[in-house]
């Protein structure tokens, strides 16, 4: 298992609500990429933060954003939730961009 | 943009035989490219990957080759075993870049 890290497991929101999604990277590593896995599908580049920066964005309206920490972990904030946001988002960590290691993943589900 | 095509979707093999997953890009810049296995319900692991620089690379049952040329990688796995099951997904990147793009996955089941 890789020592990255992701909180909470589960989450249900409804249309609307917001959300926060959390990340710690693995140690060593400065570098934390977010992805949206749909049901049967690869996942989706979301962004990347690089030592607090964000480093890269992939097509994602505005109201997907997020930020780093000091010590590399990381947030995903969703806004306006809709009912297709319902995913697995996954966070990667790497020590710059390179070989990334996944997170367990946060389950979201948007009534 | 940077287009990576994954085939098959899915394959079935007996225990034992072999396993092939091929994996297409559009990007001649790329030369990252990784695979993971995704078992259900648990997060992408990544199993081996090669760079451009390399055209094969072996790790006891599991082989990546690249065809720098033609822009296609493989993922080989022989004497395939049940707990191979999963789906597979190749990945193409640009060092430096900052972007990941997935294949569509293969979901491979190994019937015993």
């Known amino acids: 298992e890789t020592g990255v890290t992701q909180s909470p497991t589960h989450l249900i929101k409804t249309r609307g609500q917001q959300v926060t999604l959390r990340c710690s990277s693995q140690?060593?590593?400065?570098?934390v990429s977010w992805y949206q896995q749909a049901l049967g599908q690869g996942p989706q580049f979301i962004f990347q933060?690089?030592?607090?920066?964000?480093?890269g964005r992939g097509n994602f309206p505005p109201r997907f954003s997020g930020l780093q920490f000091p010590n590399y972990s990381s947030e995903l904030n969703v806004n306006a939730l809709e009912l297709d946001d319902s995913a697995l988002y996954l966070c990667?960590?790497?020590?710059?961009?390179?070989?990334?290691?996944f997170g367990p993943g946060t389950r979201l589900t948007v009534t | 943009g940077e287009n990576v095509e994954q085939h098959p979707s899915t394959l079935s093999v007996q225990e034992g035989d072999s396993a092939v997953i091929k994996c297409t890009y559009s990007?001649?810049?790329?030369?990252?490219f990784p695979w993971y296995k995704q078992e259900l319900g648990k997060r992408p692991q990544l199993i081996i990957d090669?760079?451009?620089?390399?055209g094969e690379k072996k790790d006891q049952r599991i082989a990546v080759t690249l065809n720098k040329t033609a822009k296609h990688f493989s993922l080989h796995i022989t004497e395939t075993q049940p707990e191979d099951s999963a789906v597979y997904f190749c990945?193409?990147?640009?060092?430096?870049?900052?972007?990941?793009?997935f294949g569509t996955g293969t979901r491979l089941k190994v019937l015993a």
């Open positions: 140690s060593g590593h400065n570098t």
């Open positions: 990667a960590s790497s020590l710059d961009v390179d070989e990334q290691y």
């Open positions: 933060y690089y030592r607090e920066e964000e480093n």
């Open positions: 990007d001649s810049a790329s030369n990252y």
């Open positions: 090669i760079r451009s620089n390399v």
């Open positions: 990945a193409v990147t640009t060092s430096g870049t900052y972007k990941y793009i």
